[in-house]
């Protein structure tokens, strides 16, 4: 592992500010199910499950919206889209706060539809600003930097609820997400690469990419997930049990360094993996973490193996996908994408707490490690069943003025990944 290849995606032109902008974007973002949470639990003083009410129903809406926004910014470009949703960000958050329960959850539903995609619009133009060699060290670069954002917004939720009120803590999101769309706005990443933009349109009907396999990749990305979810509640619920609740802020942290670790090592890398390898291999090692006892100390030792592949599991499946769709599809794929991540983790949750209520914590971490590893045995057969669809369509520019016949339609095969991709 060197640190070349992040010093080559480092000059790439734009790359630096767009993963400095999608850092400080993604920040508010991940605090806003925190403070929802906390807001109707706490302050409103309706206990928590009507605040699960209200978090799910806006990530219904976000799972929705997702892949129908990354098709209008396929369609129409990035700015509109960032338009409308950041206005309804800055609309929501600036009267959420307020709202009775019954139009919290009905404004939540409505929101999550609208929600800022600043987590697929990333990826997207990260894919169009770096080149195909260099894609899995920039995903794996942009996927550390979402866990850096997921240590700061929900503690600072957290803090901000505790010191400040759930008004104010709401109102400063709201400027945060409205900030964040503004600063993308402004940048207005390519979509698109420059090679992408000047070759010929060639409209790819969704049922040549939305394939067995790519479905069975969107499997694999919500089992990452659902393993993720489980592990942290699990772990969550392991030292409460234990009387070490103080203690579950820096456990998480720690938890959440070993996949920095991992995705930077990862990314250094000459070769990849397969996602199938990476999300099989952290499911089987989070596996055994049931069996350990004599404290906190030694579960966030067990959860090391595991951990380390966090940021990687994630970060290949975007690169995967980022190959076997085209260009002009890559929005929505991504789209589809963070449908995935928010369904593995929307089941984890409930499926692991009737685990925890049930029969321990302990148990699971092991039944998150199975159904990790079982989904990936599901999605194997389908693997090799590829998107027979050209990641670009070329039409390489002539020396002279050269008028192509209109039956004649030059298309490139797929980008195929290579075996251990």
Not at 124 to 133: E, G, N
Not at 201 to 210: D, L, M, N
Request: glycine residues 10%; neutral net charge.
């Amino acid at each position: 592992m060197a640190l070349d290849p992040y010093r080559q995606l480092l000059k790439l032109p734009g790359v630096p500010t767009l993963l400095l902008v999608g850092l400080l974007a993604r920040v508010p973002s991940t605090a806003t199910g925190m403070a929802l949470t906390l807001h109707v639990a706490e302050v409103m003083g309706l206990d928590y499950a009507p605040a699960g009410v209200v978090a799910m129903a806006s990530t219904i809406g976000m799972a929705i919206a997702s892949p129908l926004s990354g098709r209008f910014v396929d369609k129409h470009g990035l700015r509109p889209v960032l338009t409308v949703t950041t206005v309804a960000q800055a609309a929501f958050w600036a009267c959420a706060w307020a709202l009775p329960f019954p139009a919290l959850v009905a404004a939540a539903a409505l929101a999550g539809l609208l929600a800022l995609p600043v987590f697929s619009v990333t990826r997207q133009c990260l894919a169009a600003m770096v080149p195909v060699p260099q894609r899995r060290t920039g995903f794996a670069l942009d996927s550390m930097l979402v866990e850096l954002s997921y240590m700061m917004g929900p503690a600072l939720a957290v803090a901000g609820i505790t010191t400040l009120g759930s008004g104010v803590t709401m109102t400063v999101i709201g400027a945060g997400m409205s900030m964040a769309g503004v600063g993308l706005i402004v940048l207005n990443p390519p979509t698109r690469s420059a090679a992408e933009l000047v070759e010929r349109a060639v409209k790819v009907p969704r049922r040549q990419w939305i394939t067995p396999a790519f479905v069975a990749l969107l499997g694999t990305t919500a089992a990452a997930t659902f393993v993720l979810t489980a592990t942290e509640l699990s772990l969550v619920a392991t030292m409460t049990d234990a009387n070490q609740t103080a203690w579950v802020g820096l456990a998480v942290a720690i938890w959440c360094v070993f996949s920095l670790v991992g995705g930077f090592v990862y990314g250094g890398l000459s070769r990849g993996l397969s996602p199938l390898v990476l999300i099989a291999s952290m499911g089987l090692l989070t596996v055994p973490v049931a069996l350990v006892e004599g404290g906190w100390h030694w579960l966030i030792l067990a959860l090391l193996p595991a951990g380390l592949l966090c940021a990687p599991s994630l970060s290949a499946t975007v690169d995967v996908l980022s190959r076997w769709v085209p260009s002009g599809a890559r929005g929505e794929a991504m789209g589809f994408h963070g449908t995935a991540l928010l369904i593995g983790g929307a089941a984890s949750a409930p499926i692991a707490g009737a685990v925890i209520d049930g029969h321990g914590p302990e148990w699971a971490f092991a039944v998150a490690g199975l159904v990790g590893v079982a989904m990936v045995v599901v999605a194997l057969p389908f693997w090799r069943r590829r998107p027979a669809v050209p990641a670009a369509s070329v039409a390489p520019a002539p020396v002279a003025p050269v008028v192509p016949e209109p039956s004649v339609e030059v298309v490139e095969p797929a980008v195929t990944p290579s075996p251990r991709e």
